[in-house]
């Protein structure tokens, strides 16, 4: 498994919470097609939110991706030093169905917003394919672990109790 962009492992998690919060509990696939329809058409008429997850978002079920290897090699760099265009290659909304509007979604985000669409096409991408990758461990276990134990310093110049209780009109017993 390949280490990815933290920014991408982030956007990926955020996408599947925005998924999970629209779908709600007890899944609502009505009120989900409907938002993730309205996505789609914002986007093909050229307009739609300067936002990588709700662009990934509208994304997310008319994509096809066609070189996963190297959209998990994208996936490392997150600001994207070289042309968008390789990614857009990776990746198409081919018409299926007759749904004519996630292509013509797809070609309006590559031609007006470039760089957001690089970023939400491989965050699409990590959402489907969580399998494909790995995020840096942040629990509180490997955290802890990483700790330089900078916390004693403090210990030893923390005012203790008995020198507060000296401010302390009521002596420390309150009710």
């Known amino acids: 498994m390949k280490k990815v962009h933290p920014e991408f492992a982030f956007q990926s998690r955020e996408l599947e919470g925005q998924i999970e ?5 007890p899944p ?4 989900y097609d409907m938002m993730v329809q309205a996505l789609v058409s914002e986007y093909a008429d050229g307009n739609g939110l300067d936002d990588v997850n709700m662009m ?9 991706f066609t070189d996963p290897k190297g959209l998990v090699r994208e996936a490392m760099d997150y600001e994207g ?9 990776m990746a ?3 018409a299926a169905q007759g749904e004519d509007e996630g292509k013509a979604m797809y070609e309006a985000i590559c031609e007006n917003h470039p760089e957001l669409a690089r970023q939400a096409i ?4 990590l959402y489907k394919n969580q399998a494909r990758w790995e995020d840096d461990d942040q629990s509180l276990d490997q955290l802890a672990r ?3 134990g900078d916390d004693d310093e403090l210990e030893e110049t923390a005012v203790g109790d008995d020198f507060t209780q000296l401010f302390d009109q009521d002596g420390g017993d309150r009710e």
Do not use: Q
Not at 21 to 25: A, E, P, V
Not at 81 to 89: L, T, Y
């Open 21 to 25: 919060g629209t779908l709600g509990d």
């Open 28 to 31: 609502n696939r009505k009120n």
């Open 56 to 64: 990934a978002f509208a994304l997310v079920d008319r994509i096809r």
């Open 81 to 89: 030093s070289g042309d968008p265009a390789r990614v857009f290659a």
């Open 92 to 94: 198409n909304c081919d």
């Open 122 to 125: 491989i965050t699409a991408f």
């Open 146 to 148: 990483d700790d330089e």
